[in-house]
């Protein structure tokens, strides 16, 4: 079981920035490829980014790509998600994912979320 506590969230204006962070009760956390995901209201799950377990690779949804950056710092059992030139669409609530079965940017891949933290952006 791992257990996925996603923090950072907040209120920015159009073109701000903010970093997401997701802590992992996992001693073996660097086994898990770790994504996050969105959900606005009225719409279904997104995928957003991911990255391997060694964090050697990283995967972007066309929508964010230049703008979001996820890493990972195993040694503290985190996944980050940087998150720049931010927009109204951005709108929603942000999910951090553990899935032990490597990559996939399909929400049903991935065996424990968080409970998700809210970002709303201003325009």
């Known amino acids: 079981q791992v257990q996925l506590v996603e923090s950072g969230g907040g209120l920015v204006q159009a073109g701000g920035s903010l970093r997401l962070s997701c802590a992992a009760s996992?001693?073996?956390?660097?086994?898990?490829?770790m994504g996050w995901f969105r959900q606005a209201p009225g719409k279904e799950r997104e995928f957003v980014a991911a990255?391997?377990?060694?964090?050697?690779?990283?995967y972007y949804a066309d929508s964010v790509k230049g703008r979001f950056a996820i890493s990972r710092y195993n040694a503290r059992n985190t996944v980050y998600l940087q998150m720049n030139s931010l927009k109204p669409e951005d709108t929603a609530v942000y999910y951090c994912?553990?899935?032990?079965?490597?990559?996939?940017?399909?929400?049903?891949?991935?065996?424990?979320w968080g409970q998700g933290t809210q970002i709303t952006v201003s325009s």
């Open positions: 990255i391997s377990g060694s964090g050697s690779s990283t």
């Open positions: 996992r001693r073996t956390f660097s086994y898990y490829a």
């Open positions: 994912a553990a899935a032990d079965s490597g990559y996939s940017d399909y929400a049903r891949d991935y065996d424990y």
